[in-house]
């Protein structure tokens, strides 16, 4: 009894010190219990370059729509003493559009640059001081200055059976499952099987296991395949690791396992096991699949931290079958220097199939298709020019290599979404 009774204690100790969680990611304000904003200063930014940087937190540049979204800008303070801040509005002639897609609702024009019907193009910024919108000096051109950045805040509500933690839910499921059908039944809204980061989280997660009565061995999110280093079914990166000697061992399959006993000093320690083994595992979602940005803020019950490192492109990422891929961070705008590498394996005796319905990138990026995963020569490569959106690529395998590489530190464009598939 006391036995038990020890571990619920050690148990809510552990919970207490660890959840940070904050709706915003770190910079951002909240306002009015809605979405987060963040000042952000460029040298020699033009409105593309402005916004993209607001994609790299997951954000676009600010869209406004009630008087508390512009007071809450207009006194935010910019990193440089700037005097205003540029917005995501941007019209022609008449008609204007918010860069995130939300409705021009609200507008607090300058009266003297009020947009006419000129087709003529005009970007704008808040000033710090009346809060009105003025027309920028090089419209949407190259500038240097303060721009304001709007974020979705993130939230999640855990469910009874969910463990709270670092601001996402922990779900453990102590009925034994082969791996794929663990990570297919992980709860929704950007669930997975554990990816762990550090020894305090293997502490934790070994704990949670351990007090919801799991012995033996727990199913981890780790793939490691043969010759590659570990990578998450999250996508995090890989810069963890428990591993206890010999493993990885070739001897068995690509999937991971924590153990949990404590014979021999394993407990907590990795090993591969045969993907096939049936056994408990850890899920864990962060509110990473909803949506990133959105005009209607709800109000939360519970807050979700801003996520763990996803969007990063690991080593190689491997897809059977039929699918989807796309490049990081999409749909938002390409992060520079991601190279990511996706292996694409149909069914034996198939040929591998690609289109790209979806294609939106510019100077600085480059999607090679490769022929098998030997082949040094492309099949395709693209640079600036799109693929045609209703050609079909074939290989003359069941296996097709691509590398996507932002070359610049300014890639162009969103990004782009493929599907493959067996014929
Ligand atoms: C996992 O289990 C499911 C359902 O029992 C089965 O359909 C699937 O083939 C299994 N996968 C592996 C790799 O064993």
Same mark, same amino acid.
């Given at each position: 009894?006391?036995?038990?009774?020890?571990?619920?204690?050690?148990?809510?100790?552990?919970?207490?010190?660890?959840i940070?969680?904050?709706?915003? /990611?770190?910079?951002?304000?909240?306002?009015?219990?809605?979405?987060?904003?963040?000042?952000?200063?460029?040298?020699?930014?033009?409105?593309?370059?402005?916004?993209?940087?607001?994609?790299?937190?997951?954000g676009?540049?600010?869209?406004?729509?009630?008087?508390?979204?512009?007071?809450?800008?207009?006194?935010?303070?910019?990193?440089?003493?700037?005097?205003?801040?540029?917005?995501?509005?941007?019209c022609?002639?008449?008609?204007?559009?918010?860069?995130?897609?939300?409705?021009?609702?609200?507008?607090?024009?300058?009266?003297?640059?009020?947009?006419?019907?000129?087709?003529?193009?005009?970007?704008?910024?808040?000033?710090?001081?009346?809060?009105?919108?003025?027309?920028?000096?090089?419209?949407?051109?190259?500038?240097?200055?303060?721009?304001l950045?709007?974020?979705?805040?993130?939230t999640?509500?855990?469910?009874?059976?969910?463990?709270?933690?670092?601001?996402?839910?922990?779900?453990?499921?102590?009925?034994p499952?082969?791996?794929?059908?663990?990570?297919?039944?992980?709860?929704?809204?950007?669930?997975?099987?554990?990816?762990?980061?550090?020894?305090?989280?293997?502490?934790?997660?070994?704990?949670?296991?351990?007090?919801?009565?799991?012995s033996?061995?727990?199913?981890?999110?780790?793939?490691?395949?043969?010759?590659?280093?570990?990578?998450?079914?999250?996508?995090?990166?890989?810069?963890?690791?428990?591993?206890?000697? /010999?493993? /990885?061992?070739?001897?068995?399959?690509?999937?991971?396992?924590?153990?949990?006993?404590?014979?021999?000093?394993?407990l907590?320690?990795?090993?591969?096991?045969?993907?096939?083994?049936?056994?408990?595992?850890?899920?864990?979602?962060?509110?990473?699949?909803?949506?990133?940005?959105?005009?209607?803020?709800?109000?939360?019950?519970?807050?979700?931290?801003y996520?763990?490192?996803?969007?990063?492109?690991?080593?190689?990422?491997?897809?059977?079958?039929?699918?989807?891929?796309?490049?990081?961070?999409?749909?938002?705008?390409?992060?520079?220097?991601?190279?990511?590498?996706?292996?694409?394996?149909?069914?034996?005796?198939?040929?591998?199939?690609?289109?790209?319905?979806?294609?939106?990138?510019?100077?600085?990026?480059?999607?090679t298709?490769?022929?098998?995963?030997?082949?040094?020569?492309?099949?395709?490569?693209?640079?600036?020019?799109?693929p045609?959106?209703?050609?079909?690529?074939?290989?003359?395998?069941?296996?097709?290599?691509?590398?996507?590489?932002?070359?610049?530190?300014?890639?162009?464009?969103?990004?782009?979404?493929?599907?493959?598939?067996?014929?």
């Amino acid at each position: 009894m006391l036995h038990v009774g020890m571990r619920s204690a050690c148990l809510v100790v552990l919970l207490l010190f660890t959840i940070e969680a904050t709706p915003c /990611p770190d910079g951002y304000i909240q306002v009015g219990g809605g979405d987060c904003f963040k000042t952000m200063w460029g040298e020699r930014v033009t409105f593309t370059k402005a916004e993209m940087m607001c994609n790299e937190d997951g954000g676009m540049l600010a869209s406004i729509h009630n008087d508390q979204d512009n007071e809450a800008g207009r006194s935010m303070v910019c990193p440089q003493s700037d005097l205003q801040k540029l917005i995501g509005l941007r019209c022609v002639g008449l008609e204007c559009e918010w860069t995130d897609g939300s409705d021009v609702d609200y507008t607090r024009f300058f009266p003297a640059n009020v947009p006419s019907n000129d087709k003529v193009e005009r970007c704008y910024s808040l000033s710090n001081g009346d809060g009105l919108w003025y027309k920028m000096k090089a419209s949407c051109g190259t500038q240097t200055g303060c721009f304001l950045c709007r974020v979705k805040a993130r939230t999640i509500t855990c469910n009874a059976n969910e463990v709270e933690y670092k601001g996402g839910c922990v779900f453990v499921q102590t009925t034994p499952a082969n791996q794929s059908v663990a990570e297919n039944s992980c709860p929704g809204q950007g669930g997975h099987l554990i990816s762990i980061h550090s020894q305090e989280e293997n502490n934790f997660h070994q704990n949670l296991a351990l007090v919801s009565g799991i012995s033996g061995s727990v199913y981890l999110g780790g793939k490691q395949y043969a010759k590659d280093p570990l990578i998450w079914v999250d996508q995090t990166y890989y810069d963890f690791n428990k591993f206890i000697a /010999p493993f /990885p061992n070739s001897a068995f399959d690509d999937c991971v396992q924590m153990m949990l006993s404590s014979e021999f000093g394993t407990l907590g320690q990795w090993t591969n096991v045969d993907c096939i083994t049936k056994l408990p595992y850890i899920c864990y979602r962060d509110g990473t699949n909803v949506p990133l940005y959105s005009t209607t803020p709800k109000p939360s019950t519970t807050t979700v931290v801003y996520p763990k490192s996803h969007y990063k492109c690991p080593p190689v990422q491997y897809f059977n079958r039929a699918g989807k891929i796309y490049s990081p961070n999409f749909p938002l705008s390409i992060p520079p220097q991601q190279r990511c590498e996706y292996v694409i394996t149909t069914d034996r005796d198939t040929i591998a199939h690609i289109k790209f319905p979806v294609y939106d990138c510019e100077s600085g990026t480059k999607l090679t298709v490769y022929d098998g995963l030997d082949s040094e020569d492309p099949l395709l490569y693209f640079t600036s020019t799109a693929p045609n959106p209703s050609r079909i690529y074939a290989a003359s395998s069941n296996i097709i290599k691509l590398v996507f590489e932002p070359t610049d530190n300014s890639p162009v464009g969103t990004g782009w979404e493929a599907e493959f598939f067996p014929l």
